[in-house]
């Protein structure tokens, strides 16, 4: 297993890009034009950038991006 070491800085910065990366998938997921197989896929990368985010961020931001599951 490959550790990873990051200074205060780049961690602040690394989640600043997952964060960034979640709500643009949030926007997809919500675009009406997008098809249900391209949504899924989505929907799988969401939630490894989420449990990735859930790895060191504050159990707050966390729950913010939480998402719940959407029913058809």
Not at 33 to 57: G, M, N, P, T
């Amino acid at each position: 297993m490959v550790g990873m070491l990051l200074n205060h800085q780049e961690l602040h910065e690394f989640e600043y890009v997952l964060k960034k990366e979640m709500e643009e998938l949030r926007f997809d997921l919500e675009d009406q034009k997008i098809d249900d197989i391209v949504k899924s896929v989505l929907e799988e990368r969401y939630q490894i950038i989420y449990r990735l985010f859930c790895r060191f961020a504050k159990p707050s931001d966390c729950r913010r991006y939480l998402r719940r599951k959407q029913r058809n």
